[in-house]
């Protein structure tokens, strides 16, 4: 079990730290969670296409990051630590129209300051439309 306290983190919450944020004003939810990873979603529409209506490249990585990044959070004790994306890269592998794409993150390696997960983004049907790896810094709250 990779999270913080040996249980399982309640998603709502993730998802509420979007509201009035970029996750928010994208549509993007937490909506499960394993052992050792978890997953969101994201809506296909107006908010999150490029203008040719496929999904933007951009919004592919705010959804990735959010996933992450929020994971990497609930890995460590986040009344003495915050996690925030160093490093992220993508590869866009086929194009989303409509509907939802879903992003399942899992840790590559959780250090005392860095963490690196890979996270893949598949449409509804399970077709993998973009493949992106994050790093996270762990720091203290008393330098944030």
């Not at 979007?18 to 050792?36: R, S």
């Not at 509804?124 to 008393?142: D, F, H, P, Q, Y």
Request: net charge neutral; proline share 5%; with cysteine.
């Amino acid at each position: 079990m990779i999270w913080f306290g040996g249980t399982r983190p309640d998603l709502a919450p993730m998802t509420g730290l979007g509201f009035g944020a970029l996750p928010g004003h994208l549509g993007i939810e937490f909506v499960e969670c394993g052992d050792d990873w978890i997953r969101g979603r994201m809506p296909v529409d107006e908010r999150t296409q490029q203008p040719f209506k496929r999904l933007h490249g951009g919004a592919s990585v705010a959804l990735a990051e959010t996933i992450a990044s929020v994971a990497a959070s609930y890995c460590v004790d986040r009344e003495k630590f915050a996690a925030v994306g160093m490093e992220i890269n993508a590869n866009h592998i086929r194009p989303a129209y409509a509907g939802w794409v879903y992003a399942t993150a899992r840790p590559e390696s959780l250090g005392r300051t860095t963490q690196v997960w890979t996270i893949r983004i598949e449409d509804e049907v399970g077709k993998l439309v973009c493949l992106s790896r994050m790093t996270a810094a762990i720091i203290s709250l008393e330098r944030k």
